[in-house]
């Protein structure tokens, strides 16, 4: 058994659907979230797809990609 990181190509003649990846999550200004840690805030700031800046009341937290813990209300 090998540890490949390359993902398995999906053959034509396969049975099975190809597995689709979720689409990235994107974020805009004065989108409503939740954190799984910091709770219930506000985006206040957008740098690219690399990071969300979020006020979450009592203190601001600048949160990156990949947003596993982040998720729009």
Do not use: C, Q, W
Request: charged share 25%; glycine share 8%.
């Amino acid at each position: 058994m090998t540890n490949s990181t390359a993902p398995r190509r999906h053959l034509p003649t396969s049975p099975f659907r190809a597995a689709v990846p979720p689409p990235p999550k994107r974020f805009a200004v004065g989108d409503r979230v939740s954190h799984d840690e910091y709770g219930l805030g506000r985006a206040i700031g957008i740098e690219g797809e690399i990071a969300v800046l979020v006020d979450f009341g009592s203190r601001t937290e600048r949160i990156t990609a990949p947003f596993a813990k982040l998720f729009l209300l």
